[in-house]
């Protein structure tokens, strides 16, 4: 067994810990209290799934959490294959296995499937790493988290979405719309910029500079913004946490992270 893969976890764990410091460590060693709590319950599931085989096929499908397009995509990608017969019948057992990053989003996935309660989420977590690491596990991989929300076999063209909002749901949205500025009628476009702010608040102690180059400068954008509000249109920029102010005068554009007016 090559010590590679170990050589390069520990050495993963102490730049972790050298960014991210006391919290790291206080996270780190929580993970590892829950992981320890866990086991033996993980260990029963995943025996369980195992000797049901051939009975019915029992499926982890661990779920993005902590980035709100993977949130969405991945299991919107894996549920519209599945309705189309892409994917074996069994069972599917859902779990986030990241604390999910919105709320709202959360809440309409578990209006759509069942998904493990959040509070023993460590359970299906630790039993689906298991699963992936022995013999004859493949069978049981819903492969949810890897399939990167991209739809390469052009399901959701052919399904409906399964993320629904309620009616309640939509006039609060539309409140939302108004008390940023939109009239009701009014046309807007949404754009959103990516740079470090997000992912350096939700995991300070990650490196993520590998990613630096999906980055980009905001102020590009706003030349589109100005020709799409000369034509009459809004513009909202989106975000949750973002690394600058977006810079224009313009009262047809709107800085939504920045609005004081940002809801899940």
Wanted: net charge positive.
């Amino acid at each position: 067994m090559s010590v590679a893969p170990v050589r390069t976890f520990f050495s993963n764990q102490i730049r972790s810990l050298r960014m991210g410091g006391s919290r790291a460590f206080r996270r780190k060693l929580a993970k590892a209290a829950w992981t320890l709590l866990a086991l033996p319950f993980s260990l029963i599931l995943l025996a369980v799934v195992r000797l049901l085989k051939p009975l019915t096929p029992i499926r982890f499908c661990a779920m993005w959490g902590d980035r709100i397009g993977h949130m969405v995509a991945n299991t919107e990608v894996y549920l519209s294959e599945r309705d189309l017969g892409r994917h074996p019948d069994g069972v599917d057992l859902f779990f986030f296995a990241s604390r999910p990053c919105n709320r709202q989003i959360e809440r309409m996935w578990r209006r759509a499937i069942w998904v493990w309660p959040n509070w023993c989420r460590f359970i299906p977590m630790l039993a689906w790493a298991l699963n992936k690491r022995l013999p004859g596990g493949e069978p049981h991989d819903g492969g949810v988290w890897e399939n990167s929300g991209c739809d390469r076999t052009l399901a959701l063209a052919e399904t409906s979405p399964h993320l629904i909002f309620t009616d309640e749901e939509i006039e609060r949205g539309k409140e939302l719309v108004r008390a940023l500025g939109i009239p009701d009628g009014a046309e807007f476009v949404c754009f959103h910029v990516r740079d470090h702010a997000y992912l350096g608040a939700v995991n300070p102690d990650v490196d993520y500079r590998c990613y630096d180059y999906r980055h980009a400068p905001l102020e590009d954008h706003i030349p589109a913004a100005e020709a799409l509000t000369a034509r009459g249109l809004y513009v909202v920029r989106l975000g949750s946490v973002v690394e600058a102010p977006l810079q224009s005068a313009n009262p047809l554009i709107i800085d939504y992270p920045r609005s004081g007016l940002r809801s899940e």
